[in-house]
């Protein structure tokens, strides 16, 4: 895939970053930084002292009251500044993967009938028990309940599900969703939700009130910072009076300046460790980008190298989405060669991923193929009403469908049913795969095994997760029994079945609450709450917008197994910042012992020989701290 996203250094970003950093000075929106806050406050205060020396020529010189306020503004500006790049970064990298938003026009009804006059109208101007027509390929309009006819619907856009499903009128399978999408068949629908009380507006809503909170890490540091500037402010303070008792005591010298003061304060406060905390968020998302993962922010990377829980959604994060055929079981008299051949036959002209999968496990397995279509040959495609697909041809029958719908196709014709074949079904489905029943003419010649893949690798990931001391857990909307399979094959340490949004969400609530700190992988408009609550939560680059739009790390290769390698970067910056701080305050330690000697060498000039770089005036040594920070 063609990387289209902005570097890091784009020249529009670093522009737009730039003014954006001014912006950024506003003390309304650098209250969450307290650290820099009062950096900009000595900031301002030097610069007034600058302009009164300036104009009167008291005080200390104009150069050194000019110069301290400059590096100041500097220092302010470049924290602002790292910020914004890194905020810009993340937002150009998500817009440019972000589909353009469209309002679904809808066909609605004058009456609540196949054939009746429509006028298409938006989405939005639907209400309750208005009746519109959705046909194949038409997205459906808002949530509703079929009351006439049948179609198949791909919910994936909305489940995450990619097999698609059967919606008719009557029954309990007459439910549909906004935004899923018809694939065959053509049905007229109840509008069942005015706006805003769609499923998606429920999604919204309670991604909306999904809160991620602060990682121990985070809170951690910010206590340390408040503290060293808290504790500083103090020690800055009452300077200013010990250094007049001191120069009345001394009778010499002169007190300690207020510029002086400020440069001693933000020279002492944990100022590069709050400066450069942005450079290495964006440090750790330029290193993931090379791995072809987006992160959003870099406090995203960061929380990853604290996870211990990872869940994962099944279809498309552990699985690749499409059932593939994985093998054929004869019934009858008939062998698995004759079944295999009647498999093919029914599949030529079925272009759907489990059609394909058909097709090469018989010339895989069997080195059966069939280079042209034969003449006069007639596809029969996948209707909602028969549940069936297949070829006529040279006076056969091939047919392959849904178990019960092909076994009273075949009684209906005038065949009969293999004793075995209810068998052969409840066994593939025990095994959590799903079983398609094989004909030619009227007889069973057995069934395919159709199962949910898993994506190359995963097991050894999980495993290697395992030894990082990371829980692996699947969640997923499917039935026990096949989610059982499913996290058998995969190996993760748990699972959680037929799972509601609103059961994940509880569900990474409840491993908040006990301490852990959670990641979460998905790619459906179901998983979009949870992966809003979740500390880190990695969205697949093909999964569904809403999902992407909550997550704060997009997999440009959707592959769930990347998490290891979010977890090692984010493990990687948490030693940097460890390191930045230790540094940080070994730094403050040494500058304070080069300005409070140049501070105080007018009155207590035995302190000159603590100059051990030779400076020539303490301006100089104090401007060289600052400088320095």
Same mark, same amino acid.
Request: proline share 4%; charged share 20%.
């Given at each position: 895939?063609?990387?289209?996203?902005?570097?890091?250094?784009?020249?529009?970003?670093?522009?737009?970053?730039?003014?954006?950093?001014?912006?950024?000075?506003?003390?309304?929106?650098?209250?969450?930084?307290?650290?820099?806050?009062?950096?900009?406050?000595?900031?301002?205060?030097?610069?007034?002292?600058?302009?009164?020396?300036?104009?009167?020529?008291?005080?200390?010189?104009?150069?050194?009251?000019?110069?301290?306020?400059?590096?100041?503004?500097?220092?302010?500006?470049?924290?602002?500044?790292?910020?914004?790049?890194?905020?810009?970064?993340?937002?150009?990298?998500?817009?440019?993967?972000?589909?353009?938003?469209?309002?679904?026009?809808?066909?609605?009804?004058?009456?609540?009938?196949?054939?009746?006059?429509?006028?298409?109208?938006?989405?939005?101007?639907?209400?309750?028990?208005?009746?519109?027509?959705?046909?194949?390929?038409?997205?459906?309009?808002?949530?509703?309940?079929?009351?006439?006819?049948?179609?198949?619907?791909?919910?994936?856009?909305?489940?995450?599900?990619?097999?698609?499903?059967?919606?008719?009128?009557?029954?309990? %399978?007459?439910?549909?969703?906004?935004?899923?999408?018809?694939?065959?068949?053509?049905?007229?629908?109840?509008?069942?939700?005015?706006?805003?009380?769609?499923?998606?507006? %429920?999604?919204?809503?309670?991604?909306?009130?999904?809160?991620?909170?602060?990682?121990?890490?985070?809170?951690?540091?910010?206590?340390?910072?408040?503290?060293?500037?808290?504790?500083?402010?103090?020690?800055?303070?009452?300077?200013?009076?010990?250094?007049?008792?001191?120069?009345?005591?001394?009778?010499?010298?002169?007190?300690?300046?207020?510029?002086?003061?400020?440069?001693?304060?933000?020279?002492?406060?944990?100022?590069?460790?709050?400066?450069?905390?942005?450079?290495?968020?964006?440090?750790?998302?330029?290193?993931?980008?090379?791995?072809?993962?987006?992160?959003?922010?870099?406090?995203?990377?960061?929380?990853?190298?604290?996870?211990?829980?990872?869940?994962?959604?099944?279809?498309?994060?552990?699985?690749?989405?499409?059932?593939?055929?994985?093998?054929?079981?004869?019934?009858?008299?008939?062998?698995?060669?004759?079944?295999?051949?009647?498999?093919?036959?029914?599949?030529?002209?079925?272009?759907?991923?489990?059609?394909?999968?058909?097709?090469?496990?018989?010339?895989?397995?069997?080195?059966?193929?069939?280079?042209?279509?034969?003449?006069?040959?007639?596809?029969?495609?996948?209707?909602?009403?028969?549940?069936?697909?297949?070829?006529?041809?040279?006076?056969?029958?091939?047919?392959?469908?849904?178990?019960?719908?092909?076994?009273?196709?075949?009684?209906?014709?005038?065949?009969?049913?293999?004793?075995?074949?209810?068998?052969?079904?409840?066994?593939?489905?025990?095994?959590?795969?799903?079983?398609?029943?094989?004909?030619?003419?009227?007889?069973?010649?057995?069934?395919?095994?159709?199962?949910?893949?898993?994506?190359?690798?995963?097991?050894?990931?999980?495993?290697?997760?395992?030894?990082?001391?990371?829980?692996?857990?699947?969640?997923?909307?499917?039935?026990?029994?096949?989610?059982?399979?499913?996290?058998?094959?995969?190996?993760?340490?748990?699972?959680?079945?037929?799972?509601?949004?609103?059961?994940?969400?509880?569900?990474?609530?409840?491993?908040?609450?006990?301490?852990?700190?959670?990641?979460?992988?998905?790619?459906?408009?179901?998983?979009?709450?949870?992966?809003?609550?979740?500390?880190?939560?990695?969205?697949?680059?093909?999964?569904?917008?809403?999902?992407?739009?909550?997550?704060?790390?997009?997999?440009?290769?959707?592959?769930?197994?990347?998490?290891?390698?979010?977890?090692?970067?984010?493990?990687?910056?948490?030693?940097?910042?460890?390191?930045?701080?230790?540094?940080?305050?070994?730094?403050?330690?040494?500058?304070?012992?080069?300005?409070?000697?140049?501070?105080?060498?007018?009155?207590?000039?035995?302190?000159?020989?603590?100059?051990?770089?030779?400076?020539?005036?303490?301006?100089?040594?104090?401007?060289?701290?600052?400088?320095?920070?």
């Amino acid at each position: 895939m063609a990387r289209e996203i902005k570097s890091a250094f784009d020249k529009t970003l670093i522009k737009t970053a730039l003014l954006n950093s001014f912006k950024k000075l506003d003390p309304r929106a650098l209250w969450r930084n307290p650290v820099m806050l009062t950096v900009e406050a000595g900031s301002v205060i030097t610069t007034i002292n600058f302009l009164i020396n300036l104009i009167t020529g008291r005080g200390d010189p104009a150069w050194f009251t000019g110069m301290v306020s400059l590096w100041l503004w500097l220092t302010v500006l470049f924290a602002t500044f790292a910020e914004s790049l890194a905020e810009g970064r993340g937002k150009a990298r998500a817009e440019s993967m972000q589909k353009t938003r469209t309002e679904i026009m809808a066909k609605k009804l004058k009456k609540p009938e196949p054939g009746a006059e429509f006028e298409t109208v938006p989405s939005i101007r639907l209400r309750k028990d208005d009746y519109v027509l959705v046909e194949a390929n038409d997205l459906i309009p808002s949530d509703g309940e079929v009351v006439a006819g049948a179609a198949l619907v791909n919910e994936a856009a909305v489940t995450g599900e990619s097999a698609p499903v059967v919606r008719e009128s009557g029954g309990d %399978r007459n439910a549909v969703t906004g935004g899923t999408l018809v694939i065959d068949g053509s049905i007229v629908i109840r509008i069942t939700a005015n706006p805003g009380e769609t499923f998606l507006d %429920r999604m919204i809503a309670m991604v909306e009130g999904a809160k991620r909170r602060k990682t121990p890490n985070e809170i951690a540091l910010e206590v340390l910072l408040v503290t060293l500037t808290v504790v500083f402010l103090l020690v800055v303070l009452n300077l200013s009076p010990l250094s007049i008792y001191s120069m009345k005591a001394a009778g010499q010298g002169h007190p300690v300046t207020l510029t002086v003061l400020v440069a001693l304060f933000v020279c002492l406060a944990p100022t590069t460790i709050a400066a450069l905390l942005p450079a290495i968020g964006i440090a750790g998302m330029e290193r993931l980008f090379h791995r072809n993962v987006i992160a959003l922010s870099g406090r995203a990377i960061e929380a990853a190298g604290d996870v211990n829980v990872l869940l994962l959604d099944k279809t498309g994060t552990i699985t690749l989405g499409n059932r593939e055929a994985a093998a054929f079981i004869p019934a009858g008299n008939h062998d698995v060669t004759e079944l295999a051949e009647a498999a093919l036959m029914a599949s030529l002209t079925d272009e759907t991923p489990e059609g394909r999968s058909i097709v090469v496990l018989a010339k895989r397995k069997y080195d059966l193929r069939v280079k042209d279509l034969p003449e006069h040959a007639a596809a029969v495609h996948f209707s909602s009403e028969t549940r069936m697909s297949g070829l006529d041809v040279d006076g056969h029958s091939y047919r392959k469908g849904a178990a019960d719908t092909v076994m009273r196709h075949v009684r209906e014709t005038g065949g009969t049913i293999p004793s075995d074949i209810e068998g052969s079904v409840t066994k593939v489905a025990k095994t959590g795969a799903t079983p398609l029943v094989v004909t030619r003419d009227d007889e069973i010649m057995g069934v395919v095994s159709l199962k949910d893949v898993l994506k190359g690798g995963i097991q050894e990931r999980f495993q290697k997760l395992r030894s990082m001391g990371i829980k692996t857990m699947m969640i997923t909307g499917d039935n026990p029994l096949t989610a059982a399979v499913i996290a058998a094959e995969a190996q993760v340490d748990d699972f959680l079945a037929q799972a509601k949004p609103e059961d994940k969400l509880k569900l990474i609530r409840e491993h908040q609450e006990q301490g852990y700190m959670v990641a979460m992988t998905g790619d459906g408009t179901n998983d979009a709450p949870a992966l809003a609550q979740a500390d880190v939560a990695v969205a697949m680059h093909t999964g569904t917008q809403p999902a992407r739009e909550a997550a704060n790390i997009i997999d440009l290769d959707s592959n769930p197994t990347k998490l290891l390698d979010i977890v090692e970067t984010g493990k990687q910056i948490l030693m940097t910042r460890g390191t930045l701080t230790t540094f940080s305050i070994a730094n403050d330690v040494a500058k304070y012992f080069a300005i409070i000697p140049a501070a105080l060498s007018s009155i207590y000039p035995q302190l000159e020989v603590l100059n051990v770089m030779r400076l020539s005036s303490p301006f100089t040594a104090i401007l060289s701290a600052v400088i320095f920070l």
